[in-house]
């Protein structure tokens, strides 16, 4: 992890400072088997089949987080951003979610759909519960690094996939767009502004927000590589 630490930087922009605090995991996010096989298309159908599932659960917790943020935001500007991000960012993977489960007869939403994955259920959980009881300026921080690791991850992707017929081209396509890219910018913008309001102690507290969702990002591809479940109970104990 780098030593370096927002709270010591002087009042450079937070996102830019938060990002580069991160840049081991994000490392360790590019040198993951999951998305060292997403890359070179070696990645099998149903680890992918079921991370997408697991994405599915979180997509509808990561809408409340930031429908939540919305509600306390303050700044209507700002509460507008998020609504929207909301709105897009779930209807932008579901569609990705349709166009690749539907067609292996998964659906996400029905009854009998495999529950979240402990590390889903943890991830999500812990955002919702900043949004609704810590600083929003926290729970804002906690949200910027789905947007900004997806973004990287999908581009470095990009880079080592230029197979049209690459059999995950369009989940590439989805986080390498220009328009995704605008949206983690204003994101990022919002955050800077509303980092550059607070106190030293404070701006640490969305730096450590920042930091454990990162470490969630890389746990959350790792769930699905090693089809991490809920440990069942027997005669002789949970198992």
């Known amino acids: ?13 937070f996102s830019e400072a938060a990002w580069e605090h991160v840049a081991d995991w994000y490392d360790a ?11 070179d298309g070696s990645l099998p159908q149903g680890v992918f089949a079921r991370y997408l599932l697991d ?7 990561y809408a409340s987080t930031l429908a939540m943020l919305s509600a306390r935001a303050g700044d209507p500007a700002l509460a507008a951003e998020l609504a929207g991000a909301a709105a897009e960012a779930v209807q932008a993977e579901r569609l990705l979610h349709q166009g690749f489960l539907a067609p292996l007869g998964i659906d996400p939403d ?6 979240p994955t402990p590390t889903c259920r943890a991830y999500a959980g812990s955002l919702l519960a900043d949004a609704a009881y810590a600083p929003v300026e926290v729970g ?18 990009a880079l080592r996939a230029d197979d049209a017929a690459h059999p995950y081209r369009a989940w590439i396509d989805t986080y390498s767009d220009p328009a995704f890219d605008a949206a983690v910018t204003r994101m990022e913008e919002w955050t ?38 809920w440990p069942e109970v027997s005669g002789s104990g949970p198992r």
């Open 1 to 13: 992890m780098r030593t370096n630490d927002v709270r010591t930087t002087g009042r450079s922009a």
């Open 192 to 229: 800077d502004r509303l980092a550059e309001g607070v106190t030293d102690a404070r701006r640490g507290d969305m730096l450590a927000a920042y930091e454990r969702a990162t470490r969630f990002e890389w746990m959350f591809w790792d769930a699905s590589w090693r089809g991490e479940t």
């Open 110 to 115: 029905a009854p009998d759909a495999p529950e």
């Open 29 to 39: 996010i590019l040198a993951h088997p999951f998305v060292a096989g997403l890359a």
């Open 55 to 61: 994405d599915a659960h979180y997509l509808s917790r």
């Open 140 to 157: 804002v921080a906690g949200v910027l690094p789905c947007f900004r690791v997806y973004l990287e991850v999908g581009k470095a992707v």
